[in-house]
């Protein structure tokens, strides 16, 4: 099956900083999805992304899906931004997770 | 739109019992609806896909009898955990397939599940 895989795994920075997230997939994919979990375990859709660029407020979005990678840009960040974000590819049946960023953000 | 609920939150239950966990879909209907299980610190595995009308298709690895999938009906699956033991203890989430053939996935809270 496809493999999924993000970077960094862990990420700590200081509110107001920016940070890129990467996710890179072995296989062409139908869909990309990025996610952010908080620390009650659900699960927030950030971007529905198969190709281009998106932009929601201070998050935006590409994926090359040529290259396959896709990456999530967090501009200004918050303490509210903390929590782990999981990409995740739809190829064949299924959506395969990546094992996630760790994101914290410190006051 | 595009809420997906799931009950209960959390359940604490006996080794040896069963415990069903339902997760609907709230503003849409959904044919296909999906049971991922997540351990502490580690990314979402998916357990089966579930079509609404059909039975169920476990992942491999995955005990089909004792993790039984309902999908009776457009807006709800179910997940019983038969016979349960401590190694079961997990978090169960639950996600659905959004409109119109669409493969963007929709996810429920989740469900904590302790078995002492």
């Known amino acids: 099956g496809i493999q999924v895989e993000q970077s960094p795994p862990d990420l700590i920075l200081q509110e107001g900083a920016n940070s890129t997230l990467r996710c890179n997939f072995s296989?062409?994919?139908?869909?990309l999805q990025w996610f952010h979990q908080n620390p009650w375990g659900q699960l927030i859709n950030l971007f529905y992304?198969?190709?281009g660029t998106k932009q929601n407020g201070r998050l935006s979005a590409t994926t090359v899906a040529t290259e396959r990678y896709s990456l999530l840009y967090i501009s200004s960040s918050q303490t509210t931004d903390s929590g782990v974000y999981f990409c995740?590819?739809?190829?064949?049946?299924?959506?395969?997770f990546g094992e996630g960023t760790q994101l914290t953000v410190n006051p | 739109g595009a809420v997906v609920s799931q009950h209960p939150s959390w359940v604490i239950c006996k080794s040896g019992t069963s415990v069903k966990i339902e997760c609907r879909s709230l503003?849409?209907?959904?044919?296909?609806m999906f049971w991922y299980r997540q351990f502490p610190k580690q990314s979402l595995m998916l357990m089966a896909t579930?079509?609404?009308?059909?039975?169920?298709?476990?992942e491999q690895g995955v005990e089909k009898d004792k993790f039984l999938i309902n999908h009776a009906s457009l807006t709800l699956s179910t997940l019983t955990v038969t016979s349960a033991h401590p190694e079961d203890s997990s978090f169960y989430i639950c996600?659905?397939?959004?409109?119109?053939?669409?493969?963007?996935?929709?996810f429920g809270p989740g469900t904590r599940l302790t078995v002492t």
């Open positions: 996600s659905a397939l959004g409109l119109a053939g669409g493969r963007e996935q929709y």
């Open positions: 296989d062409s994919v139908n869909n």
């Open positions: 992304i198969p190709s």
């Open positions: 995740a590819a739809w190829s064949g049946s299924r959506l395969t």
């Open positions: 503003d849409f209907q959904a044919t296909t």
């Open positions: 579930s079509n609404e009308g059909s039975k169920a298709t476990y």
